[in-house]
């Protein structure tokens, strides 16, 4: 339709001088239309084509086909400004049967190879957390942007070396923190920050369920930085940080450690001046999984809090005010639409997620780590002394 308009409105087409038979002015001779009706026309398609020019969609390239990588391409339809073109795995015929089922034109075994695709502009990391850094520097290298799995990085040293790569190449690098993208947690910041709730006083964020324990099992391997913290930890961390913003001033946790010695199972309780934060989680049982934010006027309930599908506003016993997630998705699609929207517009980091917050993420969790060292060195040090 817009081909025959160009043609049919083409500023070439040659102008007819003579004065018509039903009404005064110039017109072109074939469309009789006014000269100034056809210049607002041309002007118009020449504004649709240009704009046309500037929507090319980004091409994602997915590494790793792990669970992250199937739900955030699940919602892949969802995402406008976007295409997968590519996907990355170590065995080939996993590789094949994802491509298969979300309709992924190329597939690869070895991750250098998908860089080398000039249709692949942003990658996607999904790999285990402690090969996130060398993914990312090697996708910076190649010059593509970059979105990885939160944790970005498994310590602070790291994530300066990443943004340092970042800064270097001149292409976006994000966590993907998907929860900041929801609109219900935004919603739920709307009340706060017009006093729906009076002062803030308290954030409790909880997340757990059971994963049975197996040393070599990704959320209990030393090597893979294993650890509720990381592998749970971070979304009570993003949370409490999305509603509180600042670091805290004092921290105190109490923990288990699974048999090999890594933490399952996580309370911190982190004091903010007049605000306090108590972050759950564990992979030892089911939690409720909720975020409450309570203030000395009303309190806000998100129900299962990292799926954020919807949020109530209470005062006292009473909801005042109840919002619905309006979506068929789970949700990451959010996210990748920020990222190209962000791209466009010339950004190298998320304007949802910066660089800094996730500094943030990486400080605070260190925190809470720092504290389960020392309790475990308490615990040696103060355990009975052998009777043998």
Known sequence: MLKKLELRFNPLIQLNTQRPEVSSGLFLSKSRMPIPTYFLLFKLIERISFGRMQMKKLGWGILSTGAMSNWFCSDFHAVHNGDLVAVCSRSQERADAFASQYDIPETYNKYQSMLADPNVDIVYISSPRTAHKQNILDALAAGKHVLCEKPIVTSLSDMEEVVEAANNSGKFLAEALW??????????KEWIDTGSIGERLHVKVDFGFPIPYSPKQHQYDLDDAGGVVREMGIYPVAIAKYFIGSDPDTIHVIHQNAPNGVEDDVIAILNHGNVTATLSSSMKCHL???????GTKGHIVIPQALKCREAMLYQMDDIIEHYKADRTELGYHYQAIQAGEDIANGLT????????DSRTFQHHMELILNEIRKNDKKS?????????
């Open 288 to 294: 409720n999984n909720d975020a409450h934010i309570i």
């Open 380 to 388: 040696i040090q103060t355990s009975p002394l052998s009777l043998d």
């Open 349 to 356: 980091q998320s304007s949802v997620v910066s660089l800094s």
């Open 179 to 188: 929860t900041w993208h929801l609109p219900v947690l935004r919603k739920a």
